[in-house]
């Protein structure tokens, strides 16, 4: 059962061949990966990821090697293999050294634990901790 | 039906007493917040997790700030309701300004997005993102 | 805005009435929590569920206490603040002490803690490990 | 280690062979997929999930593709490979188009970003929104 | 604490209200709710997120319905609060009945059972089932 | 691309080298599996996760067995593959039959839908179930 068709680099059409271009020169590779070879199937998908990924992603009150670690975290904690993956990977490109993946590892563990026992506890939160909307 | 029984702050065992003195003192603050309370009901959770988080959250290859933020992400994406509150509060003490738990949040989400977008389309590993472990 | 109705006990049609009694019987109380009173709006879902419930919950190879230890475990790291409370009750009537609590939640915590570890790490199955179907 | 045996369609037991016959009498196939299988080495579990895939798959007030897609989109939620793998193939038999499926996936993708935004920013739900259950 | 400022509809900033004025419109309501107050603090995830659901939640190979129903599977699946309030709330609007919600929940609950299985199993993908990406 | 460097028993640094032997006394085997391979890498968190491990899964209140069931239904729900894989033969090493296997997946399986059910319908919680917090 084929699920989808992976458009290649090269062989695409216009519109898309646009975002694979655009990638390429803003990661300063020759290389696009499956993730939006697949994406490229259904061009108003791959047009709002890539649009999204450039904005959140970008240089702003949190550089962008701690984006990239926060993203690891998420991954990580849903289990999506290949984010972890393609993320961890971005991440080492961007200055992560084995010792800050260990020590991210080590965070988000820890916060999977103590989630839990707040969680199961059903700790009440601290009048001091609510938010308040004005 | 009474879940747990919290230990006040001034009113412990010395075993449990200790680790709220510790606590306070590493924190700067003379406020025990409603988790470890609940903790102290029970001193060998209370003795190993305040000895996990001295370690884990300590300086290290990564800055306080970044892990209190990762932690976080982690609460988001576990909608662990009083972790949020209670690590948003810490980043805050930290130096987390209002646009970056903006930008926080805006990576949080988009990495769930892809995250089932990459889950959903089943999309294999590039060769070049597997681990090798040797 | 009305979500559901809930149906209550001695109100209820004739169909849905018979579960609530055999739910009374079974239990050997006279009263009948939220989640039936919800699940009653809608007549097949709480003979299916009731239906379950009494087949996988019966004492069998494992006990009904570990049994309802489990289902907290499950609720805890899902986060259903409903499910947490009933079952958390559950257990409590049918023999879990504070300690066994606090040591199952110690469990759960340290569960979701390698989880995560695991899954971070992508730490390839151990050939012994691995499943064989035959 | 062997996690669980396969019974195999043909070699089965009376009682499992009859569930086995109106699975592909039901689907219109001749072919156990690996599923039913192994719910077929303890038969009360798999007796009681073909029961309820019968009831809840059902056509009903919702059509049964509608509901193959909310299998999917869940499945996709929850990370399980074997199920998204195998309620994609039903979706698509039950005429689920490419783009539709690729406009499912969009839909979930969404939903797993802003539920993040929702729960990060601990938004208060609108007085408007609350159900109220009388 | 205060985590984020609401803004409210009527004194917001220009580029803030048009989005909020085109909700309305959108909606046909002259109401916003808190999300979008929320998002409003911090305008690149305003534009950003009302863009994608215009897009994402247009009329298009599924209908808006069906969209909304399966927003609302993801919700429940995440145990989103606000969000399953939300969603719910609007699928009612799009003609979702009474019976419809009730087959829904049937859905999801059955697709969050089967996944354990499926996965504590590790029921290996039948061949026939495997995506081809070619 | 290598993300971890597995340490290999007999291979190790003194400080691995000792918590490996301890490992392979406690459990009365000659054999490390990769779990404790890829954490040597970053012995801080090898030491604390064999320290927390020890303390939490010995016998207590609760039984050794009843709590690795306990964790293999935290990792199946957590779709934590090797983690399943691991405990799973933890378990069965400490007496855990197929049929207990059988039933520990019928309840983590119906946990999962009721715990949906449950968070769909956002059934309030009863009074009496409610923690009290003194």
């Not at 988000?108 to 609510?130: C, H, M, S, W």
Request: charged content about 20%; aromatic content about 8%.
């Amino acid at each position: 059962m084929v699920m989808v068709r992976m458009v290649e680099d090269g062989a695409a059409a216009p519109e898309v061949q646009a975002v694979f271009d655009e990638i390429k020169t803003a990661r300063k590779t020759d290389w696009i990966n499956n993730f939006w070879k697949v994406l490229a199937a259904y061009p108003p998908t791959l047009h709002r990821i890539w649009a999204t990924v450039k904005q959140v992603m970008a240089p702003g009150a949190i550089d962008p090697l701690t984006k990239e670690m926060i993203y690891v975290a998420v991954s990580v904690t849903n289990n999506c293999e290949y984010c972890i993956h393609s993320h961890t990977a971005a991440a080492k490109n961007k200055g992560m050294t084995d010792e800050m993946f260990a020590e991210l590892l080590a965070v988000v563990g820890l916060a999977n634990e103590t989630n839990r026992l707040a969680n199961g506890y059903q700790i009440p939160v601290d009048e001091k901790f609510k938010p308040k909307f004005d």
